[in-house]
């Protein structure tokens, strides 16, 4: 090991056997832990993380169920740990649990008067909440739940802002049976309809509005408009966060405080099955209407828990920031369940990183002393482009562990985040993980696995990947193929929502009995995982995954549009742009019309789904089967074709002829 800057540095000499096509990168150098960090590490070296990583290889199922009965709560026994019909599974069967009480109840034991959550507000606000006042905030809250009609099975579907209330909601839910659905407070009329529509949701929670950089985002007025199209929701529960004025319709909407105001905070949390649903999140598929992810109670619960302690080594005085909305399964995992469940300390936030300047993250770090901080690539490259001197002006010495989420990390934005961010002394996890999985499947056991810029490393104990071509043969060393998982685990998910036969053909069709990830990767010659991207028409934007489909939906739904194409092209900060082909009806194409259509891209979808490039054309390149030719639209959203950004129409199908042997 050599010393390099302060840095534990090797020189991985390790020559790459395989001269795929596919390994374009050629990283090698490696940060193992730097001994101040090993200090206290639960699991501290290699052997320790193979020992445990073998032993749960050599039965999963035995090791689960060790596990399930040492760190969850049981009002029942569960008799069955596995039930294994693919693609159904059910873990720890027979067992009553309830996620809430795992979070709550048992820490009043030993951490009541822990601090459990410190939240800040955009304008600068600060509430704290210990594990005690937090379960007296959602006890109370589930009982006002109970008192505006909500019962065990309903689905509550949950838009607001990032501020406390959100995390009580999800817990009070959890805590009665009822099922949450959290939609960003980002999405549209449109979308929220949509959802709600999906799981039948009978209550929706929301706030009179939320702060976005210094102004106000009317998020009453949205649900209002959704509600119009949610003929099942019956009841809307409005927080007063921003004092707006808003319309509350008689019959229909309550005020959160007034229901507080009559119940008390004495609610024991319901015994549930360990298979009860939890939550649906909808994410985005390769077909079709986003799909309701369903998670249910025991598993899921067992696997947030373990995965959070496991790759953020968590200790008892640890101020843990995770920087992600409750609106995706990152906020779910590892803002709420996972660290709640741990006993943890987290800070929760409600702005951006941005505002009022854009050293708002490090001011945060240093206020709070946080000691971890959990954050996507976007936001890394976003303050790389900002520049050093926001950083410059805070002592982050607090930190002591960094990790990445959503996408892959380019090496250079790595070692900007270790250097300037982790002063050189912090390891960084890069989790790769999906809605689907319900927590972390791969990433550094901190302690244990030395990183290497750009990869998430290995799996986490009970987790089985392997690397499949299209025949299902595993690949060689080195060489890029569909990432697959061979054995079931808790925290998965439990189906789509309402949709057995797209939950069947998206996940298992491909390799029968197998869980098939929808991402490409290969395995270097250390056994070192590398994530090269979607198999699918899925767009990742800023972390979030994003439909081509839903894309080209909203854009047909316009009464000029004939036909479009959404492709996701290289964006040096979002990771990937939109950018869209679009045959017009018969009007003529303007820059007027562009902007049309981003903004009813953006009211169909929300403002993360707004198209970044419009393309007008004459008709769109399809293959003879008629299958839109993607690789060739991308090519010439990148540059590649050269024919630059024009408002004009043209005609690309001249180019099919060039490719059609390619794509098919
Ligand atoms: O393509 C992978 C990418 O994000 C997808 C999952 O997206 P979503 O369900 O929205 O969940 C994001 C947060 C867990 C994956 O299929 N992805 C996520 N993490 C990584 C990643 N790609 C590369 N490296 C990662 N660490």
Redesign the pocket.
């Known amino acids: 090991m050599s010393d390099n800057n302060g840095e534990n540095v090797t020189e991985n000499t390790n020559e790459n056997p395989s001269s795929s096509i596919d390994t374009v990168m050629q990283e090698t150098r490696l940060f193992p832990p730097t001994d101040s960090f090993l200090e206290g590490c639960e699991i501290g070296s290699l052997d320790a993380y193979e020992a445990l990583y073998d032993r749960a290889k050599a039965d999963p199922v035995a090791f689960w169920e060790d596990l399930a009965r040492n760190e969850l709560h049981w009002f029942e026994d569960f008799h069955t740990t596995l039930n294994w019909n693919v693609p159904n599974a059910e873990w720890f069967v027979g067992g009553k649990t309830n996620v809430s009480y795992n979070c709550l109840d048992r820490n009043l034991e030993n951490n009541a008067d822990k601090t459990a959550i410190i939240w800040e507000g955009e304008p600068g606000d600060v509430r704290t909440f210990t594990y005690r006042e937090l379960h007296s905030e959602v006890s109370r809250l589930a009982n006002a739940f109970k008192k505006a009609g909500v019962e065990q099975g309903d689905v509550v579907s949950i838009y607001m802002p990032m501020v406390p209330e959100l995390a009580f909601a999800m817990l009070a839910c959890a805590r009665i049976g009822a099922v949450h659905s959290v939609i960003f407070a980002g999405f549209s009329a449109e979308s929220i309809a949509d959802r709600n529509n999906d799981a039948s949701a009978k209550v929706q929670l929301t706030a009179d509005g939320a702060y976005r950089r210094g102004k106000v985002l009317e998020l009453k007025k949205i649900v209002d408009e959704a509600l119009e199209k949610s003929p099942t929701v019956e009841t809307c529960i409005v927080l007063a966060r921003t004092d707006t004025a808003v319309e509350m319709r008689e019959g229909r909407d309550l005020w959160w405080h007034d229901l507080l105001e009559q119940v008390d905070d004495d609610c024991p949390a319901t015994p549930l099955d360990s298979e009860a649903p939890l939550f649906i999140l909808y994410?985005?598929g390769s077909t079709g209407k986003p799909k309701g992810?369903k998670h249910t109670t025991a598993g899921y619960n067992l696997y947030a828990k373990k995965s959070f302690e496991w790759v953020f080594d968590i200790r008892d005085d640890d101020i843990f920031w995770c920087t992600?909305d409750c609106g995706?399964?990152?906020g779910h995992?590892y803002v709420a369940y996972g660290p709640l469940c741990a006993g943890a300390t987290i800070v929760m936030f409600e702005g951006a990183p941005n505002y009022p300047a854009e050293d708002r993250f490090w001011e945060l770090i240093e206020k709070h002393k946080i000691t971890i901080l959990y954050t996507a690539?976007t936001a890394i490259r976003a303050f790389i482009k900002w520049g050093d001197h926001h950083v410059d002006k805070h002592d982050l010495s607090s930190l002591r562990l960094l990790g990445?989420?959503?996408?892959?990390?380019n090496p250079e934005a790595w070692m900007w985040y270790h250097h300037k961010i982790g002063g050189a002394r912090c390891p960084i996890v890069?989790?790769?993980?999906?809605?689907?999985?319900g927590g972390?499947m791969?990433?550094p056991l901190p302690g244990a696995i030395a990183t290497k810029p750009g990869s998430?490393t290995k799996p986490l104990p009970g987790i089985l990947p392997a690397i499949l071509d299209d025949s299902g043969a595993p690949v060689r060393e080195n060489q890029g193929g569909k990432l697959v998982l061979t054995h079931p685990w808790p925290g998965m998910l439990r189906g789509i929502w309402g949709d057995d036969e797209r939950f069947q053909e998206a996940y298992w069709d491909m390799f029968p009995g197998l869980y098939l990830?929808?991402?490409n990767a290969r395995c270097d010659e250390d056994g070192y995982y590398w994530?090269m991207?979607?198999i699918d028409d899925?767009i990742?934007v800023s972390?979030?995954?994003l439909s081509t489909i839903e894309i080209e939906s909203a854009l047909v739904s316009h009464e000029k549009v004939a036909e479009a194409a959404a492709v996701g092209r290289k964006d040096d900060l979002k990771g990937q742009a939109i950018a869209v082909f679009v045959t017009l009806i018969d009007s003529e194409p303007s820059d007027e019309l562009k902007q049309e259509l981003r903004m009813h891209v953006r009211k169909e979808i929300g403002a993360l789904a707004q198209p970044d490039d419009i393309r007008f054309t004459n008709a769109l390149p399809k293959t003879r089967s008629g299958k839109i030719m993607r690789r060739l639209l991308k090519d010439i959203a990148e540059g590649n074709e050269n024919l630059g950004d024009t408002t004009t129409l043209e005609d690309y199908t001249v180019l099919t002829q060039l490719r059609a042997d390619d794509e098919s």
Do not use: F, K, L, Y
């Open positions: 994410t985005s992810i992600a995706w399964i990152t995992t690539p990445t989420v959503g996408e892959g990390i890069d989790t790769w993980w999906q809605t689907e999985t972390i791969m990433s998430c990830a929808g991402d994530i991207g979607r899925v990742n972390g979030h995954r």
